[in-house]
Every structure is written in structure tokens, then in C-alpha cells.
């Protein structure tokens, strides 16, 4: 598909952020005519626009040039520009083809492995284990997509990889219709992004785009104990490996009895030995190991397991992340801004081991905070409410957990955060919305965060 709109005309990119112009670079490097724009008026779209200039492809900052969109070969949106967008409305109006950045990747990455990790909550873990533990086999792996590195920056390197892990968004999954993963993952199933779909079905038919290409060389690794994730996957042609943290029978799964991660019927790793927090990471490890072990029958070998399992050891985990930040005054600071849907916060919740005071809030995603009421009333000794979601929040908690409101900047809600904790508390970021009240991203959120409570210390 790439390679024949190269020859039969210019190739519109829309949105300028990290994919999109690594993206515009990689189809001027294949030899292509690219036009690359980006409606944003800020500073960032503006230097992006310059850069790619300065590289001879043709770009525009502040406004889209609809006409020449209409008349492209092919349109590649950038992950997050919505469907509804003018240009993208504009060239399915006129019969112009879209696709997603990754499509793009691809073409160019042809032949070069690839584990895909889809899912609501755990995929960006789960894609970085995957990308460190192909490493301790000794292969040279990166972690791309979704996970913060555009695939197509990957495709510019120098030097290609021998495997890539490659996390994928439903948003993702909508454009890109050539993915072929070696192995498939699927981390499990929750509504989430309902300010973007219409419905959960409308979401879970996008991840369920992850087995559009399967055949019977297929792979895929699935949540046993999700059953919203087993049955998106049922009728998908290929091998099923299945993780489990309760069914004994999984080919990986949690023994409460050694309290060791076993895989393949044999002791795997000791749970003690893991460094990240959680039950739900405990999944994500034995996700990780599994993908990596089906991936290729080399990955199998005694020796293999053994790297494998030092891996697994070795894996510190991700910013953002139930990340402790800082500890002061007995008090544990931990960032999990990238829980920003209700049932990653509730994972982060759950995860805790002393009084928590839990901050929630940001732009609301659609979804009710309701299902937090019993992690929260077993480990939270205080919410504080903030953000555009404030008054939500608190009106689907108020009465059932102690709560506060937070105030006008986030500064004032880790104010009252670190007046309301005493020694043996922590203070939990989960958020369980997204970031754009008063953040560009959740890294910004959560290095605000960060920082905030060092400042504390």
C-alpha cells in the first residue's frame, strides 16, 4: 500500500507531534512526495513544521491545506488526531485512503520481528518487559509505538533491530491495517476512551483489530482470567498461550503455594524477587515472559529461561508508573499518572500497602468513579478531588469515602495532600482521568508530581 501511493502521488501526514513527523521523514527517505500539517498554533507544531522544512518536505503549521489533502495519494494520520478531524473527514469525502503512522513503519521495517501488546491497562509495562527481556536473550530489541517512541523513528535508524516491541493503541489498531504481529498480546479489557467512542463496543471492535490478519502461524497471548479479553479474541485463527495469576493450568501462572511465577510447569521466578509493585504486575510479567518464550523456539532452551528469568529480576519498571518518587517524613510519594482510566486507577489502589491519601482527578474520560468505593474504602484514608473531574468525583464518592476537594492548581491539591499524611501514610497519583485540564501530557502530570513532593523532602 505504502510503496504503490509513493509512485502515484504526494502523501498528506496529518499532525506533527513525535509520529507524525518521523513519519513525513521516513516516506521522504523511501523516496516519497510528502505534504505534512498540523491545525495547532503552538510553539512545538511551529518548530516541527520548521524542522521538517529544513529537510525539504513541505509542511504547514496553524492550518491544514484541505484541497491538496482531497487530492492525495494517501493520508497518514498521526495517532492523536480523532477520526472526526477536517482533514481526515475531508479525505474520506474524497475517497483518499487513511492510515495510521505504524502503517508507515512498517512498510519500511518489513521482515524485522515484532511482539504487539495491546490492552487497556498494563500495556506499556508489559511492552517495555518484553523489549528488556528480548534483550537478556541477547538480541539487540527496542520498545516502540505507543510507548512513547514512534515506530518510524525506529525505521530511520542506522541500524535495525532484530526484534521490536511494539505497543499498540486502539487508535492505533483503527489505521493500520497490515499488522502481522510474530506474537500477539492482549492484556486484558475495560471501558475506557468513552470521550472518544461512542460506545464500549466501538471501543473493544477497535482491539479487536489486533486479529484482523490472523492465520494459522498465528500467536497469541491472552489474559485467562478476562474474560471480556477471551472472548475478543475467540474465532481468531492461530496458537493461544494463556497467563494467569489463578488457573493453575495456564501454560504461565502465579503458584500460591511456591509464591513463584511458573512457566511452562516450571518455577520461574520468585514473586519476592520481582522489584515492581502489584498484583497487576505479577500479570504483566508473566505476560511478557510468555510473549517472549512463544516468539521463538530458541527462547525455550534451559539457557534462555535462565536469562529470562534474571531479566524478569532486573526490570525496575517505567516513570509514571506506581513510581516512588520520594519518601519523607515516613511519608511514601508514588506516581501512577499514567492511570488515567478508572480501572488502572483502581489497580494502583489496590496495589497499596499502607493509609493512602488517593489523588483523583483531571479531564473526565466518560466513565463513573463508583467501581473505586471498595478499593478505596480498604486502603484510602483520603481522597482529594481535583481538576476539570473535581465536582464528578466528588459527587460519585462523597458519603462513601473520606473526601476533599483540591483547590485551583495542582500545587494546592499536593498541598493539602502533604497536610493531610502522616508518617507510615503514602500519597498516591492515580488520577483515573487524562491529563488536559491543566497538563500537555501524563508525563507532565506526573513530573509535576514528582517534583512537587521532592521539594517536600
Not at 11 to 29: K, M
Amino acid at each position: 500500500m505504502i510503496g504503490d501511493a509513493i509512485a502515484r502521488g504526494e502523501i498528506a501526514v496529518i499532525g506533527l507531534g513525535r509520529s507524525g513527523t518521523a513519519a513525513a521523514r521516513l516516506l521522504a527517505r523511501e523516496g516519497g512526495r510528502v505534504y505534512a500539517s498540523d491545525a495547532g498554533g503552538g510553539a512545538a507544531v511551529a518548530q516541527a513544521a520548521a524542522a521538517l522544512r529544513a529537510d525539504g518536505i513541505d509542511a504547514d503549521a496553524g492550518r491544514h491545506d484541505l484541497a491538496r489533502i482531497r487530492g492525495a495519494a494517501l493520508v497518514i494520520a498521526s495517532p492523536g488526531v480523532p477520526p472526526s478531524a477536517e482533514p481526515l473527514g475531508a479525505a474520506r469525502e474524497a475517497g483518499v485512503r487513511v492510515v495510521g503512522e505504524l502503517e508507515v513503519a512498517l512498510h519500511a521495517l518489513r521482515g524485522v520481528p515484532y511482539i504487539a501488546i495491546t490492552g487497556t491497562n498494563g500495556k506499556s509495562t508489559v511492552t517495555a518487559l518484553v523489549a528488556h527481556l528480548l534483550t537478556a536473550l541477547g538480541h539487540r530489541a527496542v520498545a516502540a509505538g505507543n510507548i512513547g517512541r514512534a515506530l518510524s523513528d525506529v525505521a530511520l535508524s542506522a541500524e535495525r533491530p532484530a526484534w521490536i516491541a511494539l505497543e499498540v493503541s486502539s487508535f492505533q489498531l483503527h489505521d493500520t491495517p497490515s499488522l502481522r504481529p510474530a506474537v500477539g498480546v492482549l492484556t486484558n479489557l475495560s471501558p475506557d476512551h468513552l470521550d472518544r467512542y461512542a460506545t464500549i463496543d466501538d471501543y473493544y471492535a477497535d482491539k479487536a483489530l489486533l486479529y484482523r490478519n490472523a492465520g494459522p502461524a498465528s500467536r497469541w497471548v491472552l489474559n485467562a482470567d478476562d474474560d471480556a479479553a477471551l472472548r475478543l479474541a475467540r474465532g481468531a485463527a492461530g496458537e493461544r498461550w494463556m497467563f494467569s495469576r489463578r488457573d493453575a493450568s495456564a501454560a504461565a501462572h502465579f503458584d500460591a503455594a511456591l509464591d513463584a511465577l511458573v512457566l511452562f510447569d516450571e518455577r520461574f521466578v520468585a514473586r519476592g524477587s520481582l522489584p515492581l509493585l502489584g498484583w497487576h504486575n505479577v500479570e504483566n510479567v508473566l505476560a511478557a515472559a510468555l510473549a517472549v518464550s512463544v516468539a521463538d523456539a530458541a527462547h525455550r532452551t534451559p539457557n534462555a529461561r535462565a536469562a529470562l528469568a534474571v531479566g524478569a529480576a532486573t526490570f525496575g519498571g517505567l516513570p509514571h508508573r506506581l513510581e516512588v518518587v520520594a519518601e519523607s517524613h515516613g511519608v511514601r510519594w508514588i506516581n501512577d499518572s499514567k492511570a488515567t482510566n478508572v480501572s488502572s486507577a483502581r489497580v494502583a489502589i489496590e496495589a497499596m500497602d499502607r493509609p493512602t491519601i488517593v489523588l483523583l482527578g483531571g479531564k473526565h474520560k466518560g466513565e463513573p468513579y463508583t467501581s473505586l468505593i471498595d478499593p478505596l474504602v480498604a486502603h484510602a484514608k483520603l481522597v482529594i478531588a481535583y481538576g476539570a473531574a473535581e465536582s464528578i468525583v466528588a459527587a460519585d464518592l462523597e458519603g462513601r469515602v473520606p473526601i476533599e476537594r483540591g483547590g485551583s492548581s495542582f500545587e494546592d491539591v499536593m498541598q493539602r495532600a502533604r497536610a493531610a499524611a502522616s508518617p507510615g501514610d503514602a500519597v498516591l497519583l492515580a488520577p483515573a482521568c487524562s491529563s488536559f485540564d491543566m497538563f500537555t501530557n501524563y508525563e507532565a502530570r506526573g513530573d509535576a508530581f514528582r517534583r512537587l513532593a521532592r521539594e517536600g523532602a
